[in-house]
T-cell receptor, first 114, second 115 residues
Framework: NAGVTQTPKFQVLKTGQSMTLQCAQD?????MSWYRQDPGMGLRLIHY???????DQGEVPNGYNVSRSTTEDFPLRLLSAAPSQTSVYFC?????????????FGPGTRLTVT | AQSVSQHNHHVILSEAASLELGCNYS??????LFWYVQYPGQHLQLLLK??????LVKGIKGFEAEFIKSKFSFNLRKPSVQWSDTAEYFC?????????????FGGGTRVLVKP
């Protein structure tokens, strides 16, 4: 049982490049979410999903796209990276399609945009 | 929009000292409250949670938190810290009716326990 996995662990992008951060979970969790962590600002919700085929915006969705074609995977796409997107990104999942339940976090992806 | 405030950004204390971290939230309706912890080099993990009932909740590793509805607060406490409690602590709130199916985190408090 690997839990929540994220790849890559580190990434450096140039402004305007695109990339996809991968997130997968093997716990059959319905709820999955993406957060970014910036110093002094805690974790801010980017997008979330309550099940395959269903996604919704969080607090800071601009510049990011998501899709949920399977229960296991929830990739985060940066279409045109900007320096403001330099951050640590965490994926999380929980039971029953609700944020109310305990969130299980991945190890994070540290992204730098130059 | 709901917000969560953690007033202490950094706390430094010695082993065996008592710890209290403040957390206040802005929404007045029904809330579910959480404290998460991130030890150096590790994933965020749940420390404790409050849904209903006894406002004093106990979590792992000797931590407890008290929900005071009138003060919109959910402060975290530990009577005697250890060096291994060095970590960043995050308060989080799920305001079910106001914010729907989302979790809002505070800015975090970095705690350094000196041996």
């Amino acid at each position: 049982n690997a839990g929540v996995t994220q790849t890559p662990k580190f990434q450096v992008l140039k402004t305007g490049q695109s990339m996809t951060l991968q997130c997968a979970q093997d716990m059959n969790h319905e709820y999955m979410s993406w957060y970014r962590q910036d110093p002094g600002m805690g974790l801010r919700l980017i997008h979330y999903s309550v099940g395959a085929g269903i996604t919704d915006q969080g607090e800071v969705p601009n510049g990011y796209n998501v899709s949920r074609s399977t229960t296991e995977d929830f990739p985060l796409r940066l279409l045109s990276a900007a320096p403001s997107q330099t951050s640590v990104y965490f994926c999380a999942s929980s039971y029953h399609g609700l944020a109310t339940y305990e969130q299980y976090f991945g190890p994070g992806t540290r992204l730098t945009v130059t | 929009a709901q917000s969560v405030s953690q007033h202490n950004h950094h706390v430094i204390l010695s082993e065996a000292a008592s710890l209290e971290l403040g957390c206040n939230y802005s929404y007045g309706g029904t809330v579910n409250l959480f404290w998460y912890v991130q030890y150096p080099g590790q994933h965020l993990q749940l420390l404790l949670k409050y849904f209903s009932g006894d406002p004093l909740v106990k979590g792992i590793k000797g931590f407890e938190a008290e929900f005071i509805k009138s003060k919109f607060s959910f402060n975290l406490r530990k009577p005697s810290v250890q060096w291994s409690d060095t970590a960043e602590y995050f308060c989080a709130v799920n305001a079910i009716k106001a914010a729907g199916n989302k979790l809002t985190f505070g800015g975090g408090t970095r705690v350094l326990v000196k041996p």
